[in-house]
């Protein structure tokens, strides 16, 4: 899960850049980076933190230009190294830049290809240098007599979509040319395309939320269309292809359970109006299978599942309250990398509000249950502030199966419901009792929103990989390499002495913080 964004302008987009980054913030908090361009020359700066921390004034005053893209990282393939914060830069051909939200299911062969076929040198373990490389080297294979046009970009990116597999959505720069975007052929991670008339012409902004667009001002046109590629010249002329033919729109589920904001729009959907009929169709649930349980009060565990606790309380006529006070400097629990530091956070991260919890009987609603850390202390939290019975339910179903399309919940063994009955995660997590949403109910509280939207990418809990390449093998494989240990052990350091002797900058200027 990361977010992205790029915007062709009639002025300096460098404010633009920072103000949508910041509203895209949720989608990643370990590293975020700009690039922009005044014609020829790339301006860049990147690094480790959040995009307050990371961007100074100093830094925004050097990136210029009416051009650039953006990027905010948490890493689900690669390490927590400032070198593989995004955008990725690469200067042959023309000089190019990238960000990239998803995961490459076959990016360790697509790297051997580039050294062994194409040449092409990766510097790092991050999948998106790697889709870089791929769609440089399309371009070069492409460009006759050092002439690039429109057709050349859109053949690269027919070429990109020929060889790499998984989820990707893309923001790439083309110096002294213009902005690329595309989508893969199952549209699994969101994109967005965004204009704004202009005395001097339409501006446009590609991003991986609407709510980025509605923060600068631009109107939602549509979603980028599986297997499309959209080009922006310089000059704000807007071009667009169907690269594939075979495409099928299978958007990642958990985007509307957990990861998109609800004040965003996906694939002509309101995720907070999906929130809503989750808790309607859970209420229901809840009514059939709990009658013989007395609910005092329904409370969300803030923030996601806040629409869906509404709705259940509103179904059951029960009260609703707002049981915890959310401390929002710490971050998403289920990304931190460590079981102790999860647990720990937690108790930093939520703090009850003991009257609304004493002698009552306490239904807690969260959006999903992956590891089951937050959820077994909430729920002794909640027992601590003096509840009778502390009753637990889920917007989402048991998540059971590794994402491989880039949210970073990979290792079966880490996910509470992985070969587990309802009744034993009940008994792990310490509640009195314990209800998920039906994976049907939840298609279709996305689906009678937009009767297009039939098939969806659903591996977390149904195990079924939208993408013919994820086999038990590769599971095996990418289990091994993210598990907790490996994360916590990765380095955090910026980019070595050997890194910097191997990357060409002369056509990027980049200040270091």
Request: proline share 4%; glycine share 6%; with cysteine.
């Amino acid at each position: 899960m990361c977010g992205i964004l790029g915007i062709v302008a009639n002025e300096p987009v460098n404010q633009m850049l920072y103000d949508g980054l910041l509203v895209l913030q949720h989608r990643g908090q370990d590293a975020a980076g700009i690039v922009t361009s005044d014609g020829n020359r790339f301006y860049m700066h990147k690094n480790n933190g959040l995009v307050k921390d990371v961007f100074h004034t100093r830094h925004m005053r050097h990136l210029v230009g009416n051009a650039g893209i953006a990027h905010v990282r948490y890493p689900t393939a690669g390490s927590s190294s400032a070198a593989e914060a995004q955008p990725f830069y690469v200067n042959s051909p023309f000089g190019i830049v990238l960000g990239h939200n998803g995961n490459l299911t076959n990016a360790d062969k697509l790297k051997e290809d580039m050294f062994k076929q194409d040449l092409r040198h990766i510097n790092t373990n991050s999948d998106s240098e790697v889709l870089l490389n791929v769609f440089a080297h399309a371009v070069e294979k492409s460009t006759k007599n050092n002439v690039l046009t429109s057709d050349i970009i859109f053949d690269a990116a027919t070429s990109v979509f020929n060889r790499c597999r998984g989820a990707y959505a893309v923001v790439s720069m083309i110096a002294n040319f213009g902005l690329l975007a595309f989508r893969d052929p199952h549209g699994i991670r969101p994109l967005v395309i965004g204009c704004k008339e202009t005395e001097t012409g339409p501006e446009y902004v590609i991003a991986s939320e609407s709510v980025a667009l509605d923060v600068l001002g631009f109107k939602l046109l549509r979603d980028v269309e599986p297997g499309e590629a959209i080009f922006i010249d310089l000059d704000g002329n807007f071009y667009s292809k169907q690269c594939v033919k075979s495409k099928k729109r299978t958007p990642c589920i958990f985007e509307y359970v957990y990861l998109a904001r609800p004040d965003s729009l996906i694939d002509g959907v309101s995720v907070y109006q999906t929130r809503l009929n989750m808790g309607k169709t859970l209420a229901k649930q809840i009514v059939k299978n709990w009658a013989n349980h007395k609910i005092d009060v329904v409370i969300p565990i803030p923030d996601t599942s806040r629409p869906c606790a509404q709705e259940v309380a509103l179904a059951l006529k029960a009260d609703f309250r707002e049981g915890f006070v959310k401390n929002r400097y710490i971050g998403r629990t289920f990304i931190m990398p460590g079981q102790a530091l999860r647990k720990k956070s937690v108790r930093q991260k939520l703090n009850p509000i003991k009257i609304e919890f004493k002698n009552k009987n306490v239904l807690l609603i969260d959006d999903s249950i992956v590891r089951g850390t937050t959820s077994r202390e909430i729920v002794q939290m909640a027992r601590d502030a003096g509840a009778k019975k502390v009753y637990l339910a889920s917007a989402a179903p048991p998540v059971k199966y590794p994402n491989v399309y880039g949210i970073d919940m990979p290792t079966r063994h880490e996910l509470i419901a992985h070969n587990k009955t309802e009744d034993q995660i009940k008994q792990e997590i310490g509640a009195d009792d314990l209800i998920y949403q039906d994976l049907d109910d939840l298609k279709m509280t996305i689906h009678q929103e937009n009767k297009n939207l039939k098939e969806f990418d659903c591996s977390c809990f149904d195990g079924q990989y939208v993408t013919d390449d994820v086999s038990e093998m590769y599971l095996n494989k990418i289990e091994a390499i993210r598990s907790d240990k490996t994360l916590s052990d990765r380095p955090s350091n910026a980019t070595t002495q050997l890194d910097l002797n191997l990357i060409d900058f002369s056509n990027v200027e980049e200040e270091h913080a």
